[in-house]
């Protein structure tokens, strides 16, 4: 059978984008997937996007890095649409279909912690777990929630979960829709909030480096975590932090493929036919 990811860029690394105009590409195969921070059960949770990049990806490792049902949010209030359900559905094909699926939940669903070991249709549960990348790198995969404690979280942020978030969320959502009947790009107003945020910055920062140290005096590789909402892909402490972003701002995950390489794929930008961002992966190369 023809591998379509040999027309993918990473056999070349010459080549930094990926072929996806239009919304009927071939299937793109990887090795590893891992996604967080959905938040399904929330109003700010991107569902169609995140449909969009399971049904195009096939992977032979799927892993979901916590906060991917927004338990919290849904003890306040039920919001359910069809396509949150639509989500679930197509993670649990997968696993039928021979995707092997690792669940790590995260705070938002930290109830699930409760069932690791266990395995729910086809999904296995851990609290977190190791996974070595085709080129031998060992990297913890876990939520990151538990690195909060090692870091200084400004007080507006700490509100996360709580109210002010989800209000910021909810005017992202109206600015887009506007943008959107505009022909505008996505923008995240949370994303952009962030930046702005000089202690932001510095409590990712903090968060990032607290990390990194945690899996270096483990005597590992790296680390895959989500949480913070902040992709990145780089060396931190002489490990690979690797943070897979999440799909309520923008719509990320982490790729590995069959080479172990690593990078962070930008789905809204597949979805506008523009080029997929490849560009800041090379961790190797970067060290
Ligand atoms: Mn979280």
Redesign the pocket.
Known sequence: MPDPTSSTPHDAATRRVLPLAGSLGPMIRVRSVFIS?VHLGSRGCRAEALLDFLQRVRCEHLFLV??IVDLWNLRRGFHWPESHTRVLRTILDKAAAGTRVTYVP???DDDFRELAGAALRGVEVRRDCIHVTADDRRLLVT???EFDGAVQCPEWLAAVGATVYEVVLALNHRCNGLRHRLGLPYWSLAGFLKAQSGRALRYIEQFEHAAAQGVRRAGLDGIVC??IHRQALRRIEGVVYANDGDWVENCTALVEDRNGRLSIWHWPQALAGQPVDVARTAVEEAA
């Open positions: 921070d916590g906060d995260g705070n938002h939520h990151g929630d989500g949480h």
